[in-house]
């Protein structure tokens, strides 16, 4: 994560690019969408009104959506800290941003690690290497 330690706002805004808002599903089948997919929780219709009435104001007052490491956290702790983070300036909100794309690429590393290969005799593009 060193390298993540690094990232201007160009970056921090690029990677954004690539994450739904909370409380939406990502679509498509790439490795990012599923990912992405399984570390949201599930809200109650009330919270997840909530949080989108959040997002919609955390855009107005940052011009970009909310972004915060969303697995091991309910609906109810992420519009928490959604609602914290609309009180931060926009400098110290950048870095929060920051952090939290620094968490969310070092989970996702994690569990794409933690994945067992595909079986070589059945992968497709699967290359035998001689020993």
Known sequence: MRAAAE?????VETALAHHP???ERAAGDSTEARLSRTEQPTAAEATAARIAEGNAAYEARFG????VRAAGRTAEDILANLTERLTNDPAVEALVTAEQL????????????EEPAPDAETAPDAVEVAQ
Not at 7 to 11: F, P, T
Not at 64 to 67: D, E
């Open 7 to 11: 990232w201007d706002a160009a970056d």
């Open 21 to 23: 808002r909370i409380g």
């Open 64 to 67: 970009r959506i909310f972004l």
């Open 102 to 113: 620094r968490q969310i690429a070092l989970l996702r590393l994690e569990t794409l690690v």
